[in-house]
Protein backbone atom coordinates (compact mmCIF):
# COMPACT_ATOMS: atom_id res chain seq x y z
CA UNK A 1 0.00 0.00 0.00
CA UNK A 2 2.97 2.43 1.18
CA UNK A 3 4.37 1.79 -3.09
CA UNK A 4 1.28 2.67 -4.22
CA UNK A 5 0.56 5.73 -2.45
CA UNK A 6 5.26 6.74 -3.21
CA UNK A 7 4.34 5.78 -6.93
CA UNK A 8 1.15 7.87 -6.89
CA UNK A 9 2.96 10.73 -5.21
CA UNK A 10 5.50 11.05 -8.21
CA UNK A 11 2.74 10.31 -11.12
CA UNK A 12 0.92 13.28 -9.66
CA UNK A 13 4.52 15.69 -9.72
CA UNK A 14 5.16 14.02 -13.26
CA UNK A 15 1.51 15.17 -14.47
CA UNK A 16 2.12 18.23 -13.14
CA UNK A 17 5.73 19.11 -14.97
CA UNK A 18 4.09 17.82 -18.15
CA UNK A 19 0.86 20.15 -17.66
CA UNK A 20 2.99 23.47 -17.12
CA UNK A 21 5.40 22.46 -20.26
CA UNK A 22 2.25 21.90 -22.01
CA UNK A 23 0.91 25.26 -21.02
CA UNK A 24 4.21 27.27 -22.29
CA UNK A 25 3.86 28.93 -26.20
CA UNK A 26 4.65 26.62 -28.76
CA UNK A 27 7.47 27.92 -31.07
CA UNK A 28 6.65 29.16 -34.00
CA UNK A 29 7.94 25.57 -36.08
CA UNK A 30 5.18 23.69 -34.26
CA UNK A 31 2.32 26.43 -34.50
CA UNK A 32 3.19 26.34 -38.69
CA UNK A 33 2.65 22.24 -38.53
CA UNK A 34 -0.68 22.50 -36.93
CA UNK A 35 -3.41 21.29 -38.84
CA UNK A 36 -5.08 22.76 -41.90
CA UNK A 37 -8.72 24.20 -42.14
CA UNK A 38 -11.36 21.08 -42.80
CA UNK A 39 -12.80 22.18 -46.28
CA UNK A 40 -15.56 20.11 -48.36
CA UNK A 41 -13.33 20.70 -51.56
CA UNK A 42 -10.37 18.98 -49.58
CA UNK A 43 -11.54 17.64 -47.29
CA UNK A 44 -15.07 16.16 -47.23
CA UNK A 45 -15.92 15.59 -50.91
CA UNK A 46 -14.06 12.67 -51.38
CA UNK A 47 -15.54 11.35 -48.35
CA UNK A 48 -18.71 12.14 -49.62
CA UNK A 49 -17.85 10.16 -53.29
CA UNK A 50 -16.90 7.34 -51.84
CA UNK A 51 -19.21 6.71 -49.50
CA UNK A 52 -22.66 8.67 -49.79
CA UNK A 53 -23.03 9.59 -53.58
CA UNK A 54 -23.86 6.44 -55.10
CA UNK A 55 -27.64 6.70 -53.54
CA UNK A 56 -27.20 10.66 -52.98
CA UNK A 57 -27.27 11.79 -56.62
CA UNK A 58 -29.84 12.99 -58.61
CA UNK A 59 -32.99 10.08 -59.13
CA UNK A 60 -31.07 7.96 -57.25
CA UNK A 61 -32.83 6.07 -54.05
CA UNK A 62 -31.72 8.84 -51.31
CA UNK A 63 -34.16 11.94 -50.91
CA UNK A 64 -31.62 14.36 -51.53
CA UNK A 65 -28.67 14.83 -53.94
CA UNK A 66 -25.09 15.51 -52.08
CA UNK A 67 -22.91 16.21 -54.88
CA UNK A 68 -21.35 19.85 -54.66
CA UNK A 69 -21.15 22.02 -52.04
CA UNK A 70 -24.65 24.02 -52.56
CA UNK A 71 -26.79 20.63 -52.24
CA UNK A 72 -24.75 19.71 -49.42
CA UNK A 73 -24.21 22.69 -47.48
CA UNK A 74 -27.95 22.97 -46.02
CA UNK A 75 -27.67 19.56 -44.52
CA UNK A 76 -24.53 19.32 -42.83
CA UNK A 77 -25.57 19.30 -39.01
CA UNK A 78 -27.36 16.30 -40.43
CA UNK A 79 -24.34 14.54 -42.17
CA UNK A 80 -22.37 14.90 -38.64
CA UNK A 81 -25.26 13.53 -36.45
CA UNK A 82 -26.03 10.70 -39.12
CA UNK A 83 -22.69 9.74 -39.83
CA UNK A 84 -21.81 10.49 -35.72
CA UNK A 85 -23.91 7.23 -35.16
CA UNK A 86 -21.40 4.94 -36.18
CA UNK A 87 -22.59 1.26 -35.27
CA UNK A 88 -26.69 2.53 -34.32
CA UNK A 89 -29.66 2.24 -36.20
CA UNK A 90 -30.00 5.35 -38.56
CA UNK A 91 -26.40 5.99 -39.22
CA UNK A 92 -25.31 7.13 -43.00
CA UNK A 93 -24.29 5.06 -44.77
CA UNK A 94 -25.88 2.77 -43.61
CA UNK A 95 -23.21 0.07 -42.64
CA UNK A 96 -23.66 -1.19 -38.85
CA UNK A 97 -20.37 -3.40 -38.06
CA UNK A 98 -19.44 -2.91 -35.40
CA UNK A 99 -15.94 -1.75 -35.10
CA UNK A 100 -13.90 -2.40 -32.13
CA UNK A 101 -14.58 -5.99 -32.10
CA UNK A 102 -14.16 -9.19 -34.13
CA UNK A 103 -13.53 -9.29 -38.58
CA UNK A 104 -13.33 -6.40 -40.04
CA UNK A 105 -12.69 -7.49 -43.35
CA UNK A 106 -16.14 -6.93 -46.17
CA UNK A 107 -16.51 -6.75 -49.56
CA UNK A 108 -18.01 -3.15 -50.91
CA UNK A 109 -18.04 -2.09 -47.34
CA UNK A 110 -19.16 2.16 -47.56
CA UNK A 111 -18.32 2.78 -43.98
CA UNK A 112 -16.70 5.86 -42.51
CA UNK A 113 -13.51 5.74 -40.23
CA UNK A 114 -12.93 7.47 -37.14
CA UNK A 115 -10.93 9.97 -38.87
CA UNK A 116 -13.54 10.50 -41.47
CA UNK A 117 -15.90 10.99 -39.28
CA UNK A 118 -14.01 13.39 -36.70
CA UNK A 119 -12.88 15.29 -40.16
CA UNK A 120 -17.01 15.50 -41.00
CA UNK A 121 -17.76 16.64 -36.88
CA UNK A 122 -14.46 19.60 -37.02
CA UNK A 123 -16.32 20.73 -41.08
CA UNK A 124 -19.49 21.27 -39.38
CA UNK A 125 -18.39 23.00 -36.02
CA UNK A 126 -16.50 25.67 -37.86
CA UNK A 127 -19.07 26.54 -40.25
CA UNK A 128 -18.59 24.13 -43.04
CA UNK A 129 -16.70 26.47 -45.53
CA UNK A 130 -16.37 25.43 -48.91
CA UNK A 131 -12.75 25.76 -49.39
CA UNK A 132 -11.03 26.18 -52.92
CA UNK A 133 -12.77 25.22 -55.67
CA UNK A 134 -9.76 24.01 -57.41
CA UNK A 135 -9.09 21.65 -54.20
CA UNK A 136 -12.43 19.63 -55.53
CA UNK A 137 -11.20 15.86 -56.88
CA UNK A 138 -12.95 14.84 -60.42
CA UNK A 139 -16.89 13.74 -60.52
CA UNK A 140 -16.73 10.15 -59.77
CA UNK A 141 -18.56 7.69 -62.85
CA UNK A 142 -20.94 5.89 -60.93
CA UNK A 143 -23.35 3.50 -62.67
CA UNK A 144 -26.85 4.79 -63.71
CA UNK A 145 -29.41 3.86 -61.32
CA UNK A 146 -31.21 1.14 -63.49
CA UNK A 147 -27.65 -1.05 -63.68
CA UNK A 148 -26.72 -3.51 -61.48
CA UNK A 149 -24.13 -3.82 -58.61
CA UNK A 150 -22.86 -7.49 -60.01
CA UNK A 151 -21.81 -5.89 -63.93
CA UNK A 152 -24.85 -6.38 -66.44
CA UNK A 153 -26.50 -9.80 -65.96
CA UNK A 154 -26.43 -13.06 -68.06
CA UNK A 155 -29.96 -13.63 -67.14
CA UNK A 156 -32.85 -11.35 -65.88
CA UNK A 157 -35.65 -13.63 -64.83
CA UNK A 158 -39.43 -10.69 -63.82
CA UNK A 159 -41.57 -12.05 -61.06
CA UNK A 160 -45.26 -11.79 -61.58
CA UNK A 161 -46.36 -8.25 -61.02
CA UNK A 162 -48.30 -7.28 -58.55
CA UNK A 163 -51.01 -4.74 -57.92
CA UNK A 164 -51.08 -2.77 -54.49
CA UNK A 165 -53.58 -0.33 -53.33
CA UNK A 166 -52.43 3.16 -52.02
CA UNK A 167 -54.11 2.60 -48.72
CA UNK A 168 -54.24 -1.10 -47.85
CA UNK A 169 -53.25 -3.69 -45.22
CA UNK A 170 -50.07 -5.54 -45.46
CA UNK A 171 -50.07 -8.54 -47.57
CA UNK A 172 -48.29 -12.04 -47.43
CA UNK A 173 -48.20 -15.28 -49.41
CA UNK A 174 -46.74 -16.62 -52.31
CA UNK A 175 -47.08 -14.86 -56.02
CA UNK A 176 -46.37 -17.69 -57.81
CA UNK A 177 -43.57 -18.79 -59.85
CA UNK A 178 -42.05 -18.42 -63.65
CA UNK A 179 -39.50 -19.74 -65.86
CA UNK A 180 -36.24 -19.18 -65.98
CA UNK A 181 -36.03 -19.45 -69.56
CA UNK A 182 -32.53 -20.83 -69.21
CA UNK A 183 -31.63 -23.12 -71.69
CA UNK A 184 -28.63 -25.23 -70.01
CA UNK A 185 -26.88 -25.68 -67.08
CA UNK A 186 -25.11 -22.60 -65.71
CA UNK A 187 -23.05 -22.46 -62.11
CA UNK A 188 -24.55 -18.68 -60.44
CA UNK A 189 -21.46 -16.32 -59.34
CA UNK A 190 -23.74 -13.68 -58.25
CA UNK A 191 -27.04 -12.53 -57.67
CA UNK A 192 -29.07 -9.49 -57.13
CA UNK A 193 -33.20 -8.10 -57.16
CA UNK A 194 -34.42 -4.84 -57.98
CA UNK A 195 -37.91 -3.99 -58.04
CA UNK A 196 -39.17 -2.05 -60.75
CA UNK A 197 -42.50 -0.10 -60.84
CA UNK A 198 -44.49 -0.45 -63.62
CA UNK A 199 -47.02 2.17 -63.04
CA UNK A 200 -47.85 4.26 -59.81
CA UNK A 201 -51.24 6.83 -59.65
CA UNK A 202 -50.68 9.49 -56.77
CA UNK A 203 -47.67 10.93 -55.37
CA UNK A 204 -46.88 8.63 -52.29
CA UNK A 205 -45.56 8.52 -48.91
CA UNK A 206 -42.19 10.64 -48.97
CA UNK A 207 -39.96 8.36 -47.60
CA UNK A 208 -37.06 5.39 -48.80
CA UNK A 209 -40.41 2.83 -48.28
CA UNK A 210 -42.28 4.61 -50.02
CA UNK A 211 -40.39 4.02 -53.68
CA UNK A 212 -41.71 0.08 -53.23
CA UNK A 213 -44.15 -1.76 -52.28
CA UNK A 214 -42.40 -5.10 -51.67
CA UNK A 215 -40.93 -5.30 -48.59
CA UNK A 216 -38.96 -8.75 -49.12
CA UNK A 217 -39.48 -11.74 -50.86
CA UNK A 218 -37.68 -15.43 -50.49
CA UNK A 219 -36.86 -17.04 -53.50
CA UNK A 220 -37.12 -20.64 -54.57
CA UNK A 221 -35.27 -22.04 -57.94
CA UNK A 222 -37.10 -25.14 -58.75
CA UNK A 223 -35.73 -27.92 -60.91
CA UNK A 224 -37.95 -29.37 -63.94
CA UNK A 225 -38.23 -32.71 -62.17
CA UNK A 226 -39.70 -31.21 -58.61
CA UNK A 227 -42.60 -32.30 -56.70
CA UNK A 228 -44.91 -30.46 -55.21
CA UNK A 229 -43.25 -30.68 -51.60
CA UNK A 230 -39.84 -29.70 -53.28
CA UNK A 231 -41.37 -26.69 -54.90
CA UNK A 232 -42.81 -24.99 -51.87
CA UNK A 233 -39.52 -26.03 -49.40
CA UNK A 234 -37.35 -22.98 -49.06
CA UNK A 235 -34.29 -23.82 -50.17
CA UNK A 236 -30.89 -22.02 -49.93
CA UNK A 237 -31.56 -18.98 -52.49
CA UNK A 238 -30.95 -15.36 -51.35
CA UNK A 239 -34.05 -13.19 -50.02
CA UNK A 240 -34.89 -10.10 -51.63
CA UNK A 241 -35.36 -6.92 -48.71
CA UNK A 242 -35.69 -3.60 -49.37
CA UNK A 243 -32.47 -1.50 -49.24
CA UNK A 244 -30.14 -5.09 -49.06
CA UNK A 245 -27.20 -5.46 -51.41
CA UNK A 246 -26.01 -8.05 -53.90
CA UNK A 247 -24.88 -10.87 -53.52
CA UNK A 248 -21.98 -12.77 -54.09
CA UNK A 249 -21.45 -16.23 -53.89
CA UNK A 250 -17.71 -17.90 -53.11
CA UNK A 251 -16.04 -17.91 -55.97
CA UNK A 252 -15.45 -21.68 -55.54
CA UNK A 253 -18.72 -22.52 -55.01
CA UNK A 254 -21.09 -21.38 -57.43
CA UNK A 255 -24.82 -22.46 -57.27
CA UNK A 256 -25.76 -25.06 -59.73
CA UNK A 257 -28.78 -23.61 -61.75
CA UNK A 258 -30.67 -26.10 -64.20
CA UNK A 259 -31.68 -25.95 -67.80
CA UNK A 260 -35.46 -25.59 -67.12
CA UNK A 261 -35.56 -24.29 -64.06
CA UNK A 262 -38.67 -21.99 -62.54
CA UNK A 263 -37.98 -18.99 -60.19
CA UNK A 264 -41.12 -19.37 -56.94
CA UNK A 265 -41.29 -16.29 -55.34
CA UNK A 266 -42.69 -16.97 -51.68
CA UNK A 267 -43.05 -15.39 -48.17
CA UNK A 268 -43.49 -12.16 -50.14
CA UNK A 269 -44.53 -9.28 -47.79
CA UNK A 270 -46.66 -6.10 -49.65
CA UNK A 271 -46.96 -2.71 -47.77
CA UNK A 272 -48.59 0.22 -49.40
CA UNK A 273 -46.63 3.23 -49.84
CA UNK A 274 -49.98 5.88 -50.26
CA UNK A 275 -50.08 5.54 -54.34
CA UNK A 276 -51.93 2.65 -56.33
CA UNK A 277 -48.77 0.98 -57.33
CA UNK A 278 -48.28 -1.99 -59.89
CA UNK A 279 -44.63 -3.64 -59.82
CA UNK A 280 -42.56 -6.93 -59.96
CA UNK A 281 -39.24 -8.22 -58.95
CA UNK A 282 -36.43 -8.61 -61.47
CA UNK A 283 -33.85 -11.17 -59.96
CA UNK A 284 -30.32 -10.43 -62.16
CA UNK A 285 -28.45 -13.41 -62.55
CA UNK A 286 -24.54 -13.72 -63.00
CA UNK A 287 -22.67 -16.86 -64.37
CA UNK A 288 -19.52 -18.77 -64.19
CA UNK A 289 -17.85 -19.14 -67.75
CA UNK A 290 -18.88 -22.31 -69.50
CA UNK A 291 -16.61 -24.83 -68.39
CA UNK A 292 -16.61 -23.94 -64.86
CA UNK A 293 -16.75 -26.57 -62.20
CA UNK A 294 -17.04 -25.83 -58.45
CA UNK A 295 -15.08 -27.31 -55.67
CA UNK A 296 -17.11 -26.77 -52.91
CA UNK A 297 -20.78 -26.59 -52.04
CA UNK A 298 -22.11 -23.16 -51.07
CA UNK A 299 -24.99 -24.19 -48.73
CA UNK A 300 -27.43 -21.94 -46.33
CA UNK A 301 -26.49 -22.04 -42.51
CA UNK A 302 -29.39 -20.12 -41.24
CA UNK A 303 -30.24 -20.24 -37.95
CA UNK A 304 -32.53 -18.69 -35.06
CA UNK A 305 -36.37 -18.42 -34.14
CA UNK A 306 -38.41 -17.08 -36.08
CA UNK A 307 -41.42 -18.90 -34.02
CA UNK A 308 -41.15 -19.05 -30.15
CA UNK A 309 -40.53 -15.95 -29.75
CA UNK A 310 -41.68 -13.62 -26.61
CA UNK A 311 -41.00 -9.19 -26.69
CA UNK A 312 -42.30 -7.70 -23.74
CA UNK A 313 -43.68 -4.56 -24.02
CA UNK A 314 -41.79 -1.44 -22.97
CA UNK A 315 -38.53 -3.30 -22.10
CA UNK A 316 -35.78 -1.58 -24.06
CA UNK A 317 -33.24 -4.48 -23.00
CA UNK A 318 -34.04 -7.55 -24.20
CA UNK A 319 -31.62 -10.63 -25.31
CA UNK A 320 -32.39 -14.04 -27.30
CA UNK A 321 -30.00 -16.48 -28.17
CA UNK A 322 -29.62 -19.29 -30.48
CA UNK A 323 -27.05 -21.90 -31.34
CA UNK A 324 -25.83 -24.15 -34.07
CA UNK A 325 -23.45 -26.69 -34.32
CA UNK A 326 -21.53 -27.20 -37.36
CA UNK A 327 -21.61 -30.84 -38.75
CA UNK A 328 -18.46 -30.28 -40.89
CA UNK A 329 -15.40 -27.97 -41.39
CA UNK A 330 -16.88 -24.62 -43.09
CA UNK A 331 -16.01 -21.25 -44.27
CA UNK A 332 -18.31 -19.00 -43.34
CA UNK A 333 -19.38 -16.31 -46.46
CA UNK A 334 -21.73 -13.89 -44.93
CA UNK A 335 -23.01 -12.73 -41.88
CA UNK A 336 -26.57 -11.37 -41.65
CA UNK A 337 -28.74 -10.35 -39.02
CA UNK A 338 -32.27 -10.64 -39.44
CA UNK A 339 -34.90 -9.27 -36.79
CA UNK A 340 -37.63 -6.91 -37.09
CA UNK A 341 -38.47 -3.54 -35.78
CA UNK A 342 -37.90 -3.95 -31.97
CA UNK A 343 -34.33 -5.73 -33.20
CA UNK A 344 -31.37 -3.21 -32.69
CA UNK A 345 -28.41 -5.42 -32.78
CA UNK A 346 -26.80 -9.16 -33.07
CA UNK A 347 -23.35 -10.78 -32.10
CA UNK A 348 -21.93 -13.64 -33.19
CA UNK A 349 -19.57 -15.98 -31.78
CA UNK A 350 -17.78 -19.13 -32.08
CA UNK A 351 -17.62 -21.70 -29.63
CA UNK A 352 -14.31 -24.16 -29.93
CA UNK A 353 -13.28 -26.24 -26.91
CA UNK A 354 -12.61 -24.00 -24.13
CA UNK A 355 -12.29 -20.93 -26.58
CA UNK A 356 -15.19 -18.49 -26.82
CA UNK A 357 -14.73 -15.80 -29.82
CA UNK A 358 -16.55 -12.61 -30.82
CA UNK A 359 -16.55 -13.40 -34.78
CA UNK A 360 -18.49 -10.04 -35.00
CA UNK A 361 -21.34 -7.65 -33.65
CA UNK A 362 -23.51 -5.31 -35.48
CA UNK A 363 -26.35 -2.89 -34.74
CA UNK A 364 -30.00 -3.53 -36.60
CA UNK A 365 -32.14 -1.17 -38.25
CA UNK A 366 -35.17 -2.80 -39.95
CA UNK A 367 -35.60 0.19 -42.24
CA UNK A 368 -32.09 -1.10 -43.89
CA UNK A 369 -31.31 -4.45 -43.82
CA UNK A 370 -27.92 -5.35 -44.63
CA UNK A 371 -25.72 -8.22 -45.76
CA UNK A 372 -22.16 -8.30 -44.91
CA UNK A 373 -20.06 -10.55 -47.23
CA UNK A 374 -16.26 -11.43 -45.79
CA UNK A 375 -13.19 -10.63 -47.52
CA UNK A 376 -11.95 -14.38 -48.61
CA UNK A 377 -8.99 -13.54 -46.82
CA UNK A 378 -10.46 -13.11 -43.41
CA UNK A 379 -13.89 -14.94 -43.56
CA UNK A 380 -14.09 -17.53 -40.96
CA UNK A 381 -12.67 -20.77 -41.19
CA UNK A 382 -14.29 -23.50 -38.17
CA UNK A 383 -13.58 -26.53 -37.54
CA UNK A 384 -16.41 -29.21 -37.48
CA UNK A 385 -17.97 -28.97 -34.40
CA UNK A 386 -17.80 -25.45 -33.66
CA UNK A 387 -20.76 -24.40 -31.81
CA UNK A 388 -21.90 -20.89 -33.35
CA UNK A 389 -24.43 -18.55 -31.04
CA UNK A 390 -26.06 -15.49 -31.83
CA UNK A 391 -27.20 -12.78 -29.25
CA UNK A 392 -30.09 -10.87 -30.37
CA UNK A 393 -30.94 -6.99 -28.41
CA UNK A 394 -34.03 -5.95 -28.86
CA UNK A 395 -35.85 -2.33 -27.69
CA UNK A 396 -39.60 -2.44 -27.36
CA UNK A 397 -40.00 0.85 -25.78
CA UNK A 398 -40.70 4.73 -27.01
CA UNK A 399 -36.89 5.33 -27.58
CA UNK A 400 -37.09 2.89 -30.70
CA UNK A 401 -38.85 4.96 -33.18
CA UNK A 402 -39.27 1.85 -35.70
CA UNK A 403 -41.41 -0.16 -33.03
CA UNK A 404 -44.90 1.76 -33.60
CA UNK A 405 -46.52 1.00 -30.29
CA UNK A 406 -43.92 -0.24 -27.49
CA UNK A 407 -47.21 -0.60 -25.52
CA UNK A 408 -47.70 -4.28 -26.90
CA UNK A 409 -46.46 -7.48 -26.40
CA UNK A 410 -45.30 -9.29 -29.48
CA UNK A 411 -44.22 -12.98 -30.73
CA UNK A 412 -43.34 -14.82 -33.54
CA UNK A 413 -44.80 -13.48 -37.11
CA UNK A 414 -44.11 -12.42 -40.37
CA UNK A 415 -45.02 -8.89 -40.06
CA UNK A 416 -42.75 -6.21 -39.28
CA UNK A 417 -44.68 -5.39 -35.75
CA UNK A 418 -44.14 -9.31 -35.33
CA UNK A 419 -41.02 -10.93 -34.65
CA UNK A 420 -37.86 -12.68 -35.93
CA UNK A 421 -34.46 -13.56 -34.93
CA UNK A 422 -32.40 -15.25 -37.99
CA UNK A 423 -28.41 -14.94 -38.64
CA UNK A 424 -29.65 -15.74 -42.35
CA UNK A 425 -25.39 -17.06 -42.56
CA UNK A 426 -24.32 -18.88 -45.69
CA UNK A 427 -21.18 -20.87 -46.47
CA UNK A 428 -19.17 -23.62 -47.83
CA UNK A 429 -18.68 -26.87 -45.95
CA UNK A 430 -15.03 -28.60 -46.61
CA UNK A 431 -13.15 -31.63 -46.36
CA UNK A 432 -10.72 -32.57 -44.04
CA UNK A 433 -8.04 -31.69 -46.99
CA UNK A 434 -9.47 -28.30 -48.14
CA UNK A 435 -9.80 -27.18 -44.84
CA UNK A 436 -6.26 -27.82 -43.97
CA UNK A 437 -5.27 -26.26 -47.13
CA UNK A 438 -7.21 -23.04 -46.58
CA UNK A 439 -5.69 -22.47 -43.39
CA UNK A 440 -2.40 -23.08 -44.53
CA UNK A 441 -2.90 -20.35 -46.80
CA UNK A 442 -3.63 -18.14 -44.47
CA UNK A 443 -0.72 -19.06 -42.47
CA UNK A 444 1.61 -18.40 -45.23
CA UNK A 445 -0.88 -15.12 -46.54
CA UNK A 446 -1.04 -13.07 -42.90
CA UNK A 447 2.18 -14.60 -41.53
CA UNK A 448 0.66 -16.90 -38.75
CA UNK A 449 3.05 -18.55 -36.52
CA UNK A 450 2.36 -21.46 -34.15
CA UNK A 451 0.33 -20.44 -30.77
CA UNK A 452 -0.62 -16.65 -32.79
CA UNK A 453 -4.47 -16.33 -32.44
CA UNK A 454 -6.47 -15.30 -35.24
CA UNK A 455 -9.82 -14.32 -35.08
CA UNK A 456 -12.34 -16.49 -36.67
CA UNK A 457 -9.66 -19.37 -37.50
CA UNK A 458 -8.83 -21.44 -34.23
CA UNK A 459 -6.79 -23.84 -35.17
CA UNK A 460 -4.69 -21.44 -37.73
CA UNK A 461 -2.41 -20.82 -34.94
CA UNK A 462 -1.87 -24.49 -34.05
CA UNK A 463 0.55 -26.71 -36.38
CA UNK A 464 -1.24 -28.36 -39.08
CA UNK A 465 -0.57 -32.16 -36.81
CA UNK A 466 -1.91 -30.30 -33.78
CA UNK A 467 -4.90 -28.91 -36.19
CA UNK A 468 -5.52 -32.26 -37.43
CA UNK A 469 -5.77 -33.05 -33.69
CA UNK A 470 -8.10 -31.06 -32.94
CA UNK A 471 -10.10 -32.01 -35.51
CA UNK A 472 -10.12 -35.33 -34.13
CA UNK A 473 -10.87 -34.32 -30.57
CA UNK A 474 -13.82 -31.82 -31.50
CA UNK A 475 -15.12 -35.12 -34.21
CA UNK A 476 -15.29 -36.75 -30.21
CA UNK A 477 -17.17 -33.95 -28.55
Not at 284 to 291: N, V
Request: net charge negative; glycine share 8%; with cysteine.
Amino acid sequence: MTRSCYLGVQGLLLATLLAAFAAAPAPALAQAGAEHEVTFSRDIAPILQRSCQKCHRPDALAPMSLIDYHEVRPWARAIKNRTGLRDKPGVMPPWYIEKDIGIQGFKDDPSLSEEEIRKIATWVDNGAPEGDPADLPPPVPFIDVDEWEIGEPDLIVSSPSVDVPGEAPDWWGSIGEVDSGLAEDRYVAALEFKEVTESRSGQGRNTVGGLFVIHHSSLGVVEPDADEEERSRFNSWPVHEVGRNADFFNPDGGKLMKAGSKLRFQSVHLHSNGADTRAHLDVGFKFHPRGYEPTVKTEHMFFGNGVDLDIEAMDADQTMEAYFTLPEHAKISIFEPHMHAPGYRMCLEAIWGINVETLNCAGYDHSWVRVYTYDDDVAPLLPKGTILRITGYFNNSPSNPNVPDPRNWSGGGHRSVDQMFINLMRGVYLTEEQFQTEMEARRQAANIGAGDRVTGCPLCGAAPESAAADDDAGDQQ
